[in-house]
DNA sequence: AATCATGTAACTTTTAATGTTACGTGATTC
DNA sequence: GAATCACGTAACATTAAAAGTTACATGATT
């Protein structure tokens, strides 16, 4: 399969979300993600499911927040995008009468199963609000400060 | 993409290999792996490279183990494959200006990070020789001994 | 009533492993 | 030394799932 971006896209999206007073349209999202309006509304569908964004339709509509951040782990996350498939690697599901067959998977799962875990665990112990913290630390460091974002300066009209 | 099941086939291939006294040719391993002669020559040629297997062309010849079980780990062996990409999920690597997208993928990559060292760790800890016996473990427990893959019993001519 | 924005279905594109075919090269056998 | 066997490798087709795209229905606002 391609390369399933949706994760860090949608961490990408809630980081932007999270700094707006209003609901941001599909399409202003899609154009911070570099990609389509269709792809957000479908990507986020699984975070409103979940709770963890609602979507307004008509004017002035868009995709919120229903959380604050530090209530927002990466795991729920993942886990509202339907939890996706993590591995390239993989191995024959089929029931194959092979006990060697069944040797090689078995390892290669037990491997796969741990490398999993450390993935899930470390995205539960990881909230929004840590991702937040970490983009002001890179603001901090290019000298800049949350306002330089929102306006051009004080000799903007 | 597509999943890539070279490991746990590599790992198949080899337990056969560890089983034989002749050299398999490309065409039998295709047999027990359910794939094409071609494609075991191609996967098989990495291992070759780094002198765990060994390849002998012209009549009688074939793969053959270039070492014991116990001196190849399976991380070895994920090694001699390429170490091809583990995740299905991933992030863009294009540097983008934007830090909320930054922030979102160093999370991302950090959690990727950890468990691709699960995964090579616990590769690095199990050797070929731990599949063999995980394999006659299970032969054990259909009752059968190694004996039993071998011949059709003592009214065999 | 017009417009905006989501909801969703249907289809195309993308990408890398896998599958397939073909042919070259070296080794063995007779 | 010619035929055959088996690897080595290139070139191309197939496959699968995310992502991209298009289109249209539905609901909310003005």
Not at 6 to 11: D, F, G, I
Request: net charge negative; glycine share 8%; with cysteine.
């Amino acid at each position: 399969m391609r390369q399933d971006n949706r994760l860090p896209r949608v961490l990408h999206a809630l980081l932007h979300l999270s700094d707006m007073k209003d609901p941001a349209t599909s399409e202003q999202l899609a154009g911070m993600l570099n990609t389509n309006a269709a792809v957000v509304r479908r990507t986020m569908a699984g975070l409103r499911e979940q709770g963890i964004l609602t979507s307004i339709k008509g004017h002035g509509g868009g995709w919120q927040l229903a959380k604050t951040l530090d209530q927002i782990t990466l795991a729920e996350i993942y886990e509202a995008l339907g939890a996706p498939t993590l591995f390239a690697l993989g191995y024959s599901n089929e029931s194959s009468p092979c006990l060697m067959e069944k040797a090689a998977n078995a390892a290669t799962a037990r491997a796969l199963q741990k490398a999993s875990e450390t993935f899930i665990g470390i995205l539960s112990s990881v909230t929004m609000a840590d991702l937040a913290d970490d983009f002001e630390k890179r603001l901090a460091e290019l000298g800049l400060t949350q306002d330089d974002l929102h306006h051009t300066g004080p000799q903007d009209s």
